[in-house]
């Protein structure tokens, strides 16, 4: 029996409809680990310490040597080692405070309106190799092997006043041996108009990162395309505190045209000079809390 060429025509095209709506179920970028139901994840539920779920982890995890053995996932994008935080309104990096902090976005996050925030730790199987071999991806030379991950997405998720904003990011954290690290993965982000912040701050901000234009609402759609890895949406980050950690081993060269002249023999101009050049050397994964300072000043010719 022959189909109708009609009936041909809405087989087809039922197929297509049927295929895009999975793929829009599953679409994430694909430096995401995987999350959500499909992979098995819990779901992060506002029962105990005001929106923020506490985690004891398999295998401590050591932060810029502190050695933490549970974390917070609170809901308004950051992590917390010694209690929750219900802290919507974000600081700017560095605090300098007296905790320990992990912010792949830290803003006015509620989940009532929509999104789901899903975590999960692991301890084999296909997601230790993967994070083995990114780990041996963008930070080559130290032949790491990880052997505990604990992913915690925010997936599509609004900002608090703003329902139907969807918003999708994820935090790594991964260990093994006595070195640990932390990829923050980026998706669609939407414009924000509360305080933002991503990045990572320590107790007195002893080290401390600010993620290049995460604390301006209006320009973190570029997170989605920015990269201290070559990996657009990835920042990735050794986090032990192991020594000259992001210095020694991140020895880099830059070259920088100045476009006006200023006399470096003038305190104020070195200032300003240092702070551009910092500005730039941290779009390399080199933390903000580095410092830098003029050896000479020399005067050339031009
Ligand atoms: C959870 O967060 C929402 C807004 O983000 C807030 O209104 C609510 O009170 C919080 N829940 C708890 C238990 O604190
Ligand atoms: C973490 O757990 C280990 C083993 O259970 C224990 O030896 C260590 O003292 C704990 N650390 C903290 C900071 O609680
Ligand atoms: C948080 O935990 C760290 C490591 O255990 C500790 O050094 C620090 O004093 C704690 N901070 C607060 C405010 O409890
Ligand atoms: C992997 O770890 C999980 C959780 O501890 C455990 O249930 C599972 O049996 C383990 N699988 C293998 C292959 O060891
Ligand atoms: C942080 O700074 C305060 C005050 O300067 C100091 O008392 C404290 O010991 C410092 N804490 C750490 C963990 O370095
Ligand atoms: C933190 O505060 C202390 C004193 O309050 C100061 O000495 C230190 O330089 C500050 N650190 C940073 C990173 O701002
Ligand atoms: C954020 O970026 C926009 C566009 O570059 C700029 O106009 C605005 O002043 C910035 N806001 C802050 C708080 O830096
Ligand atoms: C990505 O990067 C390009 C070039 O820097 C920029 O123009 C664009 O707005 C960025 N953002 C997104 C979301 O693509």
Sequence with gaps: MRMSPLLHYLLVFISVLSLSRVTEAQTAPV??????????????????????????????????????????????GHLTFNQSSSEFVSNYFPINGSEDIIAPLWTDIDVSMNGIISYQQYSNGSILTRATQDINQHFPDLSFTANWVLVATWDRVAYYYHSGTETSFQVVLISGGDLSFILMNYGDIAVAHNMVQAGYDTINSTAYFKVPGSNNGSLIQNLKNSTNVNAPGRWAFRVDGGPDQNIKENIIGVQMKVTSFSDLRESGNVGTFLEKVQQELTKYGLPSSLKLSLRRVQKTHP
């Design 31 to 76: 430096i995401f680990y995987p999350f959500g139901s499909v992979a098995g994840d819990a779901v992060s539920i506002a029962i105990e310490d005001e929106n923020s779920t506490l985690i004891n982890l398999w295998s401590p995890f050591v932060f810029f040597g502190h050695t933490y053995n549970r974390t917070y996932v609170n809901n308004n």
